[in-house]
């Protein structure tokens, strides 16, 4: 799925929208992640931030072998990063973690994203991968994926009452400005 994205977005024009609505909504959400991505306290090496990566994709290799989680490659040449996280490592990374939080019950594996502000916070990262890839239970749970929250039971409503928002026997927004004028 990530290979189709990414060649979609090779075949656009630098700058064009994406052609496909849902992709457009789903490259603005992924842009609004790692915008949140922190600086860090000092440059994160680009060989702890490969660490890092390779235990992110590990792990989801391991749920899900036909999906990678970070297809990241440092630039040639260069040892250290002081800017934010590339957004291929953070926000995979972020997704992960909120998806996990959903699941309950394996708050000792969540990290906060933005706790990533250093190499050392990368190494601890790249641990509770390996950790959590350890985890029958949370794989497990992965693999299910979220339960849905079953549907509520509303009382039955006529369709004037469903298009005015009401509840049945509730007065209508005029009667409730009457009784609060007398």
Known sequence: MQEEMNEQQEMQ???APPADPMMAEQQAQIEQIAATAPMPEKPYTYKAIDKFADAM???VGGIDPNMAAAEYNPPEGEKKLDAPLPAEVYVPFAVIMGFISQLGGFDKYIMRPEDLVSDT???KGAANFKRMGKDKKLNEALKAGPEAPPAEQDPAMSDAEME???MPGSPSPEDEEIMNMM
Do not use: D, Y
Request: a neutral charge.
């Open 13 to 15: 024009p630098e700058g």
């Open 121 to 123: 916070a990368l190494s």
């Open 164 to 166: 005015a928002g009401r």
């Open 57 to 59: 994709n590990a792990f």
